[in-house]
């Protein structure tokens, strides 16, 4: 029996409002706990939660508010006034995290599998709007089949609706994903447009086009897990972070919100700092090797300069040549962007540019100063990086630093070559602090190369070729291969004892605190998406 699917007419309402009342009691209790029994069963087989039960553990004890519990569909084709449910498939309201006011839809996989319909698609709306009018992040947790094949049309309109509220909320209130079940179609393309997307391994997949559609057009056979799963979704970066079940991914998503602010409007939040600003960080001095070839593991670098070592980093699995993410020094948020000289030697590639820009214009829109710790030896060469526009990608990440007005501090460490000095966040994008440790190097290219094009006949008229090559080498290497050239230059700010470079940063943000950029009036800028 499943009393809040009946699409019998209602009974004649109780009389008096105590019995009203207790009336009202019933229906609600009926909702929530008679459809439960039912989808949950299926939900606990799968390993998954319901949609009350996951708002129940990811929000403060008690602090859920339901909005339009009681709506229900007005379809009527394919049967479907047979089956009117209570919700129709979603669950939406707000409530806190740690005593901060979030918005919430859940998905119930239970009714129509989650699917999405006129109904569905309204009450989604509505919390969306509420969020943004409320100024509070903005939480999905995804489990549904996409557009209600039976809806037609008014499912397809309710995605759209779902989509322009996306963009329109984009960068005025975080909006994160947490992907729990199958994600069709729409399901998927939401998220997408969202900030943060994390993922539960073995349950949560994302696709436009399921393994059915797929072998029927292209013959290819494949499942769910391997054509969207979250192991496929961290590698291909559509996964923020990935998770052993639903709890991780709801503690990740408890830490990830304590980085940022409730709006645009606001400045992520500060939290008082024991771990002492001024310390010195000597470990640096062992973890980044002189030999600019040497490769290091530059995670080490982040947790030896933020507070406590704690470094919440986003999108692992993919694209590891540069390493972004979220850490406090002296407690102030800070968005991390890192060359990883384990990857690739660090070099920036489509992949990585596209990564960090993300990243640095989520950073700009929320007020979250960016730190860039720079050892880069240039762009990835490559036929297939040129023919797959590494052009246009290179320029996404140049263009994202360029338009950002947040406190802006460059630390160059070890090497920096060509435009991908330039790119990470230069004196000549707009950085407002450049330091450089003594082991810095920025150059057009690395001295060999360098000598072999700008000496080349010089070194063929010599007697001793490989002796004129090692002199001239030697001279290129004493006239530009260290932070003085650019120090005399005026574009690096300050020759730091690396051990320092906590409290130099530190310092930088205290003295950018209260930066303000005055921008142009336009539209919006046209970046090479
Ligand atoms: C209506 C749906 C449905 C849908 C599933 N159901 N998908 N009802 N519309 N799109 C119903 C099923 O009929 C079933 O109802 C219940 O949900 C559970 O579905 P199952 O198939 O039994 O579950 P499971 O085996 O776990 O498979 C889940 C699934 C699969 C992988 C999601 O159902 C599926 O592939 N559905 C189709 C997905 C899809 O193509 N969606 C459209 C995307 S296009 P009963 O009554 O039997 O319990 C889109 C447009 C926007 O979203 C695109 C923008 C880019």
Redesign the pocket.
């Known amino acids: 029996m499943r009393p809040a699917q009946e699409s019998a007419p209602r009974e004649l309402p109780a009389e008096g409002l105590a019995d009203r009342t207790a009336e009202l009691a019933v229906i609600r209790q009926r909702v929530v706990e008679g459809l439960d029994a039912e989808s949950a069963l299926r939900q606990h087989r799968?390993g998954k939660s319901t949609a009350r039960e996951r708002i129940a553990r990811l929000l403060d004890e008690g602090s859920f508010n339901e909005l339009e519990m009681l709506r229900r569909h007005r379809a009527t084709d394919f049967g479907m006034d047979a089956k009117r449910p209570y919700t129709d498939g979603v669950v939406t309201g707000w409530g806190t995290v740690e005593g901060r006011r979030v918005f919430v839809y859940a998905h119930d996989?239970g009714i129509?599998?989650?699917?999405?319909g006129e109904a569905h698609a309204a009450k989604i709306h509505k919390v969306m709007d509420l969020a943004e009018s409320a100024g509070a992040p903005l939480i999905g947790l995804n489990d549904?089949?996409?557009?209600?094949?039976?809806e037609g049309v008014m499912?397809?309109a309710g995605?759209g609706g779902i989509f322009r509220r996306n963009v329109q909320a984009s960068g005025v209130i975080p909006q994160i994903s947490v992907m729990l079940g199958?994600c069709?179609?729409?399901?998927a393309?939401s998220p997408a447009l969202t900030d943060f997307v994390l993922m539960v391994r073995g349950t949560a997949s994302m696709y436009?086009?399921?393994p059915?559609?797929i072998k029927a057009v292209t013959g290819e056979e494949i499942d769910?897990e391997g054509l969207g799963g979250a192991e496929v979704h961290a590698r291909s970066g559509q996964a923020t972070s990935v998770h052993d079940d639903e709890d991780d991914a709801f503690e990740q998503l408890r830490w990830l919100l304590s980085f940022l602010p409730q709006n645009n409007r606001e400045f992520p939040p500060e939290e008082p700092c024991d771990d002492p600003v001024d310390r010195s960080c000597d470990g640096l001095l062992d973890i980044v090797p002189s030999s600019p070839n040497q490769p290091y593991d530059v995670r080490r670098v982040i947790e030896e300069i933020v507070d406590h070592g704690e470094f919440l980093e986003l999108q692992e699995a993919w694209a590891g040549n540069v390493v972004i993410g979220l850490a406090r020094i002296g407690g102030q948020v800070v968005g991390l962007v890192a060359n990883q000289p384990l990857v690739l030697a660090g070099v920036l590639d489509i992949d990585a540019s596209q990564k960090a820009a993300r990243f640095i214009r989520f950073c700009d829109s929320f007020n979250i100063p960016l730190v860039s710790l720079v050892d880069v030896p240039g762009f990835l060469p490559g036929v297939d990086q040129e023919h797959n526009a590494i052009i246009r990608n290179g320029a996404k990440l140049l263009y994202a630093y360029c338009e950002a007005t947040v406190p802006r501090i460059q630390v160059l460490m070890r090497k920096a070559y060509g435009g991908a000095y330039i790119v990470m966040d230069s004196r000549s994008i707009g950085t407002d602090l450049s330091l450089a440790w003594p082991s810095n190097e920025v150059a057009v290219m690395g001295a060999e190369a360098a000598t072999n094009v700008i000496h080349r006949r010089t070194i063929l008229a010599a007697e001793d070729q490989q002796e004129t090559r090692r002199q001239l080498v030697e001279e290129y290497q004493r006239t530009l291969m260290h932070p003085y050239y650019g120090a005399e230059r005026g574009l690096v700010d300050d020759v730091i004892d690396p051990r320092e470079t906590r409290s130099a940063i530190h310092e930088g943000l205290r003295m950018l605190r209260s930066k303000r950029v005055d921008l142009p009036k336009r539209k919006h800028g046209n970046s090479p998406l």
């Open positions: 799968l996989f129509f599998g989650g699917s999405l549904g089949a996409g557009a209600r094949i039976q499912a397809l995605y199958p069709a179609g729409g399901a393309y436009v086009t399921g059915d559609v769910f």
